[in-house]
């Protein structure tokens, strides 16, 4: 695995935030029926993969890459979606969304 240089970490928030974003659009596209949203979604996407592969290709583990965003952009995604559009936002759902990447982390730690 390469060291987290600062160039690494801007590259991980920028594929979180194009991940997001994208994420974001998708209720704006009715179905993919609307161009400009689906356009938005499909570049914001497309980006945010990009980048994920050439991390990985610059030696970061899959294994770490991975779990980290399968934690982070749907946490990142939800509260956009109760700050934006609204939904609901109990303490139960955000306490086992929490508890969902807790355990995404604890497992992608194990050897």
Do not use: H, W
Not at 53 to 60: K, M, P, Q, V, Y
């Amino acid at each position: 695995m390469s060291t987290l240089t600062p160039s690494i970490i801007a590259l991980v928030a920028t594929s979180v935030i194009c991940l997001v974003i994208g994420a974001s659009l998708m209720p704006l596209t009715k179905g993919l029926t609307e161009v400009v949203p689906t356009i938005g979604f499909g570049i914001a996407f497309a980006i945010g993969l990009g980048i994920n592969a050439r991390l990985i290709n610059s030696g970061i583990n899959l294994s770490a890459l991975l779990p980290f965003m399968a934690a982070v952009v749907p946490l990142c995604a939800i509260a956009v979606g109760i700050i934006f559009y609204g939904e609901s936002a109990s303490a139960l759902k955000i306490s086992l969304l929490i508890m969902s990447c807790l355990t995404i982390g604890f497992a992608s730690s194990m050897s």
